[in-house]
């Protein structure tokens, strides 16, 4: 056996530079969308603090939470509607936090928005409500324009609705407007804000039902925000939970039923009794 003082004896060798820890790691593809430690105050109140959330290609995450938790602040900031007050907003890798060179523009022709109350323009009908992001955004011809505009609809089964007027749509054709003129421009992402919320039980089933097969007919990203648990373990492959501007659970839908966080129990049983109530009581 070498003693230590034989070792001290032999010359010492200088070596290169060790490579950095990154590149010893292999890269990673970049995901659909990342979110590194947002932050966002609004009106002086703290609403995102330090949110970092991955989102795979092809996944579908459920972001859920109570009223007020932050949940739609952190869509508006994936689609640039909103901007943090620090932190970053990757979308495929691409930093479009504050983008002076056009990284927005060419991210949201990546992304499709559902927004809560489907956002119908009330002077349109349901065909150019669909149009209207290609009319903005495209350069079609008329024919290129009524094609896809007839396949969404399709996609959404509601070709029959194509010159009907929002005001006599029920609030599920309304969602289902909305989801086509939302794939209308062929995104890679779809994000979706509360959409079953006001809808029936049978009508919302509908929408969970479409939000599966968007997934499986056009291979997208899926991100919803929701309180509706039903719809959340229905839909998602994923989910994360957001409290008081924190993300405090991510997971798959397992991991969140065996949670043992009291917070995440309550929430996802709708329990009467728990910390989510005395909160609310005080």
């Known amino acids: 056996m070498r003693m230590v003082a034989e070792l001290d004896d032999n010359p010492f060798v200088l070596h290169p530079e060790p490579t950095s820890f990154q590149g010893l790691v292999p890269d990673r593809p970049p995901a659909a969308i990342e979110l590194c430690d947002l932050r966002k105050s609004l009106g002086g109140k703290p ?105 969404k609809l399709e996609l959404v089964h509601l070709g029959e609705a194509v010159h009907k007027m929002p005001a006599v749509l029920s609030g599920g054709m309304k969602k289902r407007v909305g989801l086509a003129r939302a794939i209308v421009r062929n995104p890679e992402t779809i994000l979706y804000d509360e ?11 509908n929408i969970n039902k479409l939000i599966l097969e968007m997934q499986q007919k056009l291979g997208v990203t899926s991100i919803l925000v929701t309180h509706d648990m039903s719809s959340a373990f229905r839909v998602s492959n994923r989910m994360a939970m957001l409290h008081q501007g924190r993300l405090i659970k991510v997971g798959s839908l397992e991991e969140f039923k065996q949670s043992e966080d009291p917070i995440v129990q309550q929430f996802i049983y709708g329990d009467s009794e728990g910390p989510l109530t005395r909160e609310n009581h005080k």
């Not at 509607?81 to 002076?100: F, K, W």
């Not at 927004?115 to 992001?133: I, R, Y």
């Not at 079609?140 to 505009?149: F, G, P, Q, T, W």
């Open 195 to 205: 959409p079953t919320a006001g809808l029936d039980p049978v009508t919302a089933s």
């Open 47 to 151: 609403v995102l603090e330090g949110i970092s959330l991955r989102v795979e290609k092809g996944e579908t995450m459920c972001i859920i939470g109570g009223s007020g938790t932050g949940k739609s602040v952190t869509l508006k900031h994936i689609v640039g509607l909103m901007h943090p007050d620090s932190g970053h907003v990757l979308i495929d890798g691409e930093d479009i936090t504050r983008s002076p060179n056009g990284e927005l523009a060419e991210a949201r022709k990546k992304i499709g928005f559902l927004f809560q109350g489907a956002a119908l323009l009330n002077s349109l009908d349901v065909f150019e409500n669909v149009a209207l992001p290609l009319r903005e955004h495209e350069r079609l011809s008329a024919d290129e324009i009524r094609n896809r505009v007839f396949e």
